[in-house]
Each structure stands twice: as C-alpha cells, then as structure tokens.
C-alpha cells in the first residue's frame, strides 16, 4: 500500500499473529433497544456471539416522547430482572449507554445557551441508565456523550485549541483570523459576547507622565483623582469579595483601606489630544494585536479575552456616563432654576401685596429691584411681562429640565453600571462550561457509587463492577470534550473533585476515595470518531498525502497511549470510516489505525470491555462488524474446516464467495446458506 497510509490490509495481516490482543468474550456489540421487547433484543445478541452487550435507550424524557421514543424507564422490573438472568446464564456483560440526547454534562444548550434546567434535566436522563446498569446490567461502563461547550478546532492550545510548533488543525483557512471565545454570566449562564480574534476596537491613546505611565488627573495637592463610578464598582466588588455586608463598613472606610494599586481602575486618565482641532487622538487594534501585548505583560488567554471584552464595554460606560454626566449638569442647574424662580415669585407677591401704586410701576419696581433689564421683560406689544406669571413660567421650565436631566441621567448611570456589572459577571465559556460538567460528574458519581452498593447488596448471584461514567469523545465539531487532550483533562477535574467529596462529605480516607474515584469516572475512547480529527489536520507545504497520513496516523496512536498509560480509558468504541465521517465502518476497511489502538491498550494491561460499533452497512446487525473486531484482536472465530490461515489468508476470510468471516456468519450466525457452526478464541 502507498506509504503512510493503514487500514484493512495492515491491520489485517497482524492480526492472528501471536496470542491473542483480547479474547471473544471480551468483544461485544452496541444494541440500540426500540420499541418492543428489550428481552427478545438482548437474545438476538447473544446468539450472534457477542461477549459484551452495550444497551441504549435512545429517547429522551418520558417514553414515546424524545427521540427514537425508547428509553430505560420503559424497561419494567420484571423485563430488567430476566435480562439479568439471561445475561448471568449465557455468561454474557452487560453495559449501558446513556441516551445520546443528554449531549453533554454542562447544560450547555445551543438554542438557549447555559441552563441549569436543561443540565439536570441530563443528569435524570443519565440517572436513569445507571439505575438500568444497576438493575439489569453488570455495572461497569456507562457511556456519556462530551460536547460541553463550543470552541474553535485549530487554535493554539492556550486558547482552548491544539497546538505543535504552528497549527496542526484547522476547520478552514486561517481559522485562527475569525475563531470566536465566547463570554458567559456567570449568574445566568446566558453568552453575553463572542470575541473574535479579526476584531477591532478603537482605543483612546492616553498621554505620558514622563515616566512611561499614564498620566492621570490629580487635585491640588498632587494626590490622584477618581472616577466616582469605577470607584463605587471597585468598592462593591470588594464588599462581595470579602463578605462585607452593607451595614458593617461604610463606603469611604473600604476605600481609604485599599492600596492605590487597588484604586488605579478607578483613576481619571487624561487622553492625548490634537492642539490644532482638540480632537482626542485613538488608534485601533485588533485583538490579535492585543493579546500580543498582554502576553507580554504575563496574561492568560482568560485574561486576554476578559481584558479586550472590558474595553469594548469602556467605550459605552464612557458614552453612557458622559451623557449622564452632561445632564446631570442640567438637572442640578433646573433646581437651582427652581429655586430662583420661586424666591422671585415671592418677592414679587410680597410687594404687590403691599403696593399702592399702580401695577405698571409694580412691574416695573419688581424688574428694577432684581437687575432684570425691561427690555427683555417686554412682549410683542411693549408691554411689561406679569412678574408673578414670567416667574411660575420659569419654574415650570426648569421642573421639565430637572426631569428630563434627572431621567437622563439616572438612565446613563444604571447603564453604566450594568455595563461593569456584565464585566465583573463574565467569565469565559471553559471556566463556566468546566465548573458545571464537574459539579455534574460529582452528582453522578456518587450515585453511581450509591447504586453499585445497592446493586452488590440486592443481587447476590451477579458480579456487578463499580458503575462508571466513561465519557466519550465524541465528533471535533461538538466542541470541548472530543479532543483526546481535553477528555482527559475533564475526566481528571472530575475525579480530583469526586475525591475531595468522598473525603469531606462522606468521610473516607484520600487513598481510599482516590481508588473509588478512578473507578467511577473514566473514558470511551472511539476510534471512529477520533479518526475524524483527520480532515483537519494540516498538511504540510509540499507534503503528499501519505505522509500527512502517517503523521496523523502518529498523533492518533500517541494519544491514545497517553490516556492508556494515565489509566483513563474504561471502555472502547471500536468503529471504522475514512477519516471525513462517522460511518461505523467495520474494523479494517476504513484507515483509523485500530489494530494499533488494540496493541497500545494490550500493552498497558487494558482488560475492561471492547465493543464493536461497525460493520451495519453488512448483515442486518452489525455482524460483520462484530467478526471483523474478533479477527483484528486475533480473537479469531471461525467455522470447522474454514478459518483466515487457509489459502488466501486474509483475503479469504474476507472474501464474500467463502470467506471465513462469510462462513462464520452464514454459519454460527445461522443466515442463509450456511449450517449451524461455533466458534474458539
């Protein structure tokens, strides 16, 4: 074959060389349960062979409702009790899969973003097939979809993508120019803003003191000046920092405690400006441009993205309080208006209360006595204004001005504040999405935990392993969770977290919660849907395309020996497809190196399930997919008088006119043509 590229014959020719990678009875199948009778179902399995049975409901919420209509809560007691029986005298395991609905352990919805509604709503759909892996099943492996929040495939792995040296990854050219990092609320879990990385804000150029700094205002004694709105917000976010309810310190005490580096988000910065026009001198800048220069200044990516959202706000806080700030002004001046118009109209009533004169000369007396020229008292006609009306007039005038500006500039300082708010709120989408998958898989775990005793206590005849979540990666285009690298970084978050539980809250040593925890959550590691990352993976300038294959074919089996040797992996997805799809593909007639994955985990003492997840586009039920797995473990099947070492070798087991994988299957499995066969590992 061209070099670097693998699949079938590769695989192939290694298998049956040597003892076997696993066993038969370690290789099983995925049943999806429809509507009907899951017993009947489970023994169509087993009489195909299957050492391993993984079962899935893949509805949603209450039966004949989600899709697919099927899930475990339709699965009565006395069904789950005889499936265990079945399972117990066929010598046969039995695993579960979580519905494929429940999408992921952070409540990430893409209609509706973040909701804790939609997360427990996921964690019962879970729930629901550990109660059936605790009832029906032999514990062990509970399978859960990953896809915990959006994230760009190609960027570096600082930011939340993969990196080696320049991009190994890239869903479209110069993916990197318009990846987006997204913010969340931290109190409602909606995505506030969506950074990209081609965006551009316009930013103020602030002038120098000299010394490299930015100069600031200050007061007559040299001392610096305070934005009073950033410093209320600098004062509450301590207040919440710190616990300190409003009653126990007053505002000016916190201030004056804080250290001037403390206050400097507060300082007045004074903007350089043009002399000729007095125009304020900005400059744009990217945000690649800006993340630059912040990791220079020693920032994380998290704080690159915090850092170019808040000056995005900047530029409305600043807008919004300049406009509250301007009609402030007017306020204040409306009351005073108020006030002046409302001393002269009492004088003016006091001294025509007590005028004897006429009231042309009491006009004009009201005027001369408060330096108010007659000419601009005087109407169309000449006449002398009525003081008493003018000065009721100019007080109505100026209450509209006090509402106006009042309303105005109420209005630009709650939006100011609302502004800061969103900013001292947002969090980037990981921090959110992590912290909530984790709190999700302590849940989980600790009922795992819970039923595998109950399990163990009520079904003295089975062996019933720890019931596991073993998330799986699940398509690149599904976001956080796929990737191999960050699978196990949230599998280890969960375990650390799941161990400091069962110390504090249930009292167990740390080595003895360590264990439990290791058991309880693990990985489903699925070839097929690993192979994907293939058809973004870059290319190299001139490199053919067999060798770009051979060096993902080495990223792939790297990985996978990294999560075999931190014994993360507690269940294989064994399916096959050419690197674009998940076609499910039987094992070898795809090119995912899936005889090397066999021998990486053979190499690391892996002895847990293998379940085959290909072949359906051969045989009614994944048959040729399930025999295809047998024969590349080495675990060969076959019929009396027809097995691959015959003539033709890999060929003929391969071959639809007599094959022995054909024979095995028209034979053992009982399909036409054939007679009824077994089978030795």
């Known amino acids: 074959m061209a070099d670097g590229y693998y699949g079938i014959d590769e695989g192939f020719e290694n298998a049956n060389k040597g003892d076997p990678l696993f066993s038969v009875k370690q290789i099983g199948t995925t049943h999806a349960i429809t509507e009907g009778n899951a017993l009947t179902q489970l023994k169509a399995e087993i009489f195909r062979g299957a050492g391993n049975i993984e079962m899935s409901a893949n509805g949603y ?83 859960v979809h990953t896809g915990e929040f959006p994230r760009p495939i190609g960027v570096d792995k ?39 990385s081609n965006e551009v804000i316009v930013r103020p150029i602030y002038r120098d003191d000299g010394n490299g700094q930015e100069e600031i205002l200050r007061d007559e004694n040299n001392r610096p000046m305070y934005d009073d709105v950033f410093r209320e917000d600098i004062i509450i976010r301590y207040r919440q920092k710190h616990q300190i309810p409003e009653n126990e310190k007053d505002d000016n005490a916190i201030w004056q405690s804080l250290s001037e580096d403390q206050r400097k988000e507060a300082h007045i910065k004074i903007f350089d400006y043009d002399p000729q026009t007095g125009n304020i001198k900005t400059k744009p800048i990217t945000f690649e441009e800006y993340k630059e220069e912040e990791y220079a200044k020693g920032k994380d990516l998290k704080g690159v993205i915090k850092g170019f959202f808040k000056e995005q706000m900047q530029g409305q806080i600043q807008n919004a309080l300049g406009s509250a700030r301007q009609f402030e002004q007017e306020y204040k001046r409306g009351l005073d208006e108020i006030k002046e118009a409302k001393e002269s109209y009492q004088a003016a009533k006091k001294l025509k209360d007590n005028w004897n004169g006429t009231d042309q000369q009491w006009r004009e007396s009201v005027f001369t006595q408060m330096n108010i020229p007659l000419s601009k008292v005087k109407n169309a006609n000449g006449e002398l204004a009525d003081p008493l009306e003018l000065f009721s007039d100019q007080a109505r005038q100026a209450e509209r001005k006090v509402l106006y500006g009042r309303e105005t500039g109420i209005s630009g300082r709650k939006q100011a504040k ?99 925890a290791d058991d309880t959550l693990k990985i489903t590691l699925d070839t097929g849907h690993l192979n994907i990352w293939r058809k973004y993976f870059k290319a190299k300038e001139g490199e053919s395309k067999a060798k770009t294959d051979k060096r993902f074919k080495k990223w792939y089996t790297q990985q996978v020996d990294k999560l075999a040797e931190e014994g993360l992996i507690g269940n294989m997805h064994i399916a096959d497809n050419l690197g674009w799809d998940d076609a499910h593909l039987a094992a070898g007639t795809g090119n995912a190196p899936v005889r090397e994955v066999m021998e990486i985990l053979k190499k690391h003492g892996y002895d847990d399930v293998v379940t085959s997840e290909g072949g359906f586009d051969r045989g009614p039920s994944g048959e040729f997919g399930l025999q295809s797995t047998w024969h590349m473990a080495g675990a060969t099947a076959f019929k009396a008088g027809s097995y691959a070492g015959q003539p033709g070798g890999d060929e003929a087991w391969l071959n639809p006119n007599g094959g022995a994988l054909y024979n095995v299957m028209e034979g053992y499995h009982g399909a036409p043509g054939g007679d009824q066969g077994g089978y030795s590992t």
């Open 61 to 143: 919420g209450r039966p004949g409702q989600g899709l697919g209509k099927m899930t475990f809560e339709a699965i009565d007691p006395l069904q789950r009790q005889a499936i265990a029986e079945l399972a117990r005298i066929n010598e046969v395991n039995i695993t579960t899969h979580a519905t494929f609905q429940a999408g992921n352990l952070s409540g990430f919805n893409p209609q509706s973003g973040f909701s804790q509604q939609y997360r427990k709503s996921n964690i019962d759909e879970i729930k629901k097939a550990i109660d059936f892996s605790a009832e029906a099943a032999n514990g062990g492996s509970v399978v």
């Open 158 to 196: 600082s930011e939340g993508g993969y990196k080696n040296g320049k991009y190994e990854f890239e869903s479209f050219a110069d993916e990197e120019k318009e990846a987006q990092f997204y913010l969340v609320n931290e109190k409602t879990g909606d995505i506030i803003k969506s950074v990209k």
């Open 418 to 516: 609302e502004l800061l708010r969103q900013i001292n709120e947002a969090q980037t989408i990981d921090e959110y999405a992590i912290k909530n998958s984790i709190n999700t898989m302590v849940e989980l775990g600790k009922y795992a935990i819970k039923q595998t005793e109950s399990a163990r206590h009520d079904r003295k005849h089975d062996t019933i392993k720890q019931i596991a979540l073993t998330l799986e990666n699940i398509f690149p285009e599904n976001g956080y969770g796929s990737h191999p690298e960050e699978l196990a970084e949230l599998v280890k978050k969960g375990r650390k977290a799941l161990r400091e539980n069962l110390v504090e809250a249930e009292g167990m040593s740390n080595s003895e919660a360590k264990e439990l």
